[in-house]
Nanobody, 126 residues
């Protein structure tokens, strides 16, 4: 397991942008080997996958509702992954969690991820 910390959440209006950061406090070679996922959970709803990026940095998956609006990237030299969120909608309102998956392969299932951050709140007003 590794320690992860999210930052960058906030209150914005519909159509605005936010960039979430996920910083890992581990050696760079360790972070490099992990897949990183972003999940979100809205009140009364189950946690759902937003996007994940494999350790190779080239394979990225997005849920359908964020395709074309969200971009996930990673900077291994900074032990950080970024979720750029554009054209935000009220339905994007949730607590966003960063997670690490040690095989580097990633998954749409939260149960495959073994390291989690505390979450950061994103609120989009209409």
């Amino acid at each position: 397991q590794v320690q992860l910390k999210e930052s960058g959440g906030g209150l914005v209006q519909a159509g605005d942008s936010l960039t979430l950061s996920c910083t890992c406090t581990a050696a760079e070679r360790v972070f490099n080997s992990y897949a990183v996922g972003w999940f979100r959970q809205a009140p009364g709803r189950e946690r759902e996958i937003v996007s994940f990026i494999r350790s190779n940095g080239a394979d990225i998956w997005y849920r359908e509702s964020v395709k074309g609006r969200f971009t996930l990237s990673r900077d291994n030299a900074k032990n950080t992954a970024y979720l750029q969120m554009n054209n935000l909608k009220p339905d994007d309102t949730a607590i966003y969690y960063c997670a690490g998956e040690s095989t580097g392969w990633g998954s749409q299932s939260p149960s495959r991820f073994d390291s989690w951050g505390q979450g950061t709140q994103v609120t989009v007003s209409s």
